[in-house]
């Protein structure tokens, strides 16, 4: 499974964009990247996975370069709500078993301040 | 989204007393489920792998014996802290994957808190 680094903490303000990177140099050829969030003493939520190019849904992008060794989790207009842990996994979504496990690194804790 | 539901979500029991925590996908089928353990200010750890109708596999460091994992069906997979000790305290969360054609999502249930007294 590809290890992910990400930055331990950001800052942001309400209404700014938050940009969270990610690298995983060494992700496979048939790892996707999923990020989560997590608010304390709650299950992780999916946010959005992708595979490559850019990825976006109602909350979220996801920007992947073409060699994939580290994506961009983008949250517009963040507000006071969207502060929480965020955590990037890469993995093979196809793969069966246990292989489908996921490895949690240490996430990046975003607080949107006032 | 898929909905997996955790019972109870918070727990308190004596030490040496046993504890099974239910894991449910509600809307899906889950043929395998996960089960992780999450103590404060700490990621995420992986347990064990659930898969229906046969034995878990664990992590290793993670005693079988004590963290009993059954997966009877493909909406419910449960663990079971047996001899339940202060150091077990921590908060279990579990995770079902929903399949599709092109891709694989794995969804969260919202966690159990089990405090050993």
């Known amino acids: 499974l590809a290890k992910t680094t990400q930055p331990i903490s950001m800052d942001s303000y309400e209404g700014q964009e938050v940009n969270i990177t990610c690298s995983h140099n060494n992700i496979a050829t048939n790892d996707y990247i999923t990020w989560y969030q997590q608010f304390p003493s709650q299950g992780p939520r999916f946010i959005i996975q992708g595979y490559k190019t850019k990825v976006t849904n109602e909350v979220a992008s996801l920007f992947i370069p073409a060699d994939r060794k580290s994506s961009t989790l983008s949250l517009p207009r963040v507000s006071l709500s969207d502060t929480a842990v965020y955590y990037c996994l890469v993995g093979d979504p196809f793969s069966s078993g246990s292989a489908r496990q996921l490895t949690f690194g240490s996430g990046t804790q975003l607080t949107v301040l006032p | 989204g898929a909905v997996v539901s955790q019972h109870p979500s918070r727990v308190i029991c004596k030490s040496g007393t046993s504890v099974k925590i239910e894991c449910r996908s509600l809307?899906?089928?889950?043929?395998?489920m996960f089960w992780y353990r999450q103590f404060p200010k700490q990621s995420l750890m992986l347990m064990a792998t659930s898969n229906e109708g046969s034995k878990a596999t664990y992590e290793q460091g993670v005693e079988k014996d004590k963290f009993l994992i059954n997966h009877a069906s493909l909406t419910l997979s449960t663990l079971t802290v047996t001899s339940a000790h202060p150091e077990d305290s921590s908060f279990y969360i579990c995770s079902a994957r929903e399949g599709g054609a092109f891709t694989d999502t794995q969804y969260f249930g919202p966690g159990t808190r089990l405090t050993v007294l």
């Open positions: 809307d899906f089928q889950a043929t395998t």
